[in-house]
């Protein structure tokens, strides 16, 4: 990385600056602009602790990017598993190396809960995304279809 970052574990003093991050993400997926919607998420998976939010900062304390990961079950392996759900780094901040130190403090959390395994999905065109992905040693997975039901 260029400049000086560090990543943490988000906490409650964190709720403002990830929510900030979220609101970008889910506008870079052609969601409206909601911050209110993005603090209150964002503020209940923290608060809840249903999920496990790393977020990148500046050595000025700005929020660079963020990742976020759910747990779930594996019952295959009898073993907990994470599911990546989510990844973001700023315009300013991309192809400086944020996104692979994210994915690293992802991946040693895994290892720390002993999970099964990392999962995730990206979008069949995001080549820059698979392009890390591949890199970490993640394998595309060409066995299994994934399917989705919209409930609205």
Known sequence: ????????????????AVADLFNQYRQFY????????AR?????????????????LSSQNQPLGFIQLYPTFSSISAKS???LNDL?????A?????GRALMLSAIDY??????ASLSLQTHNENSNAQALYESLSFKKDNEFFSYALDIN
């Open 40 to 56: 209150r998420f964002i503020g209940q998976r923290i608060h809840e602790a249903t999920s496990v939010i790393f977020i990148s």
């Open 94 to 98: 991309r192809n400086k190396g944020i």
């Open 30 to 37: 052609q969601q409206d602009d909601d911050l209110a919607l």
């Open 110 to 115: 895994a290892k720390g809960q002993e999970a």
């Open 88 to 92: 973001y780094v700023t315009d300013s």
């Open 1 to 16: 990385m260029e400049q000086e970052v560090k990543i943490v574990r988000a906490l409650a003093e964190h709720i403002d």
């Open 81 to 83: 598993s994470l599911i």
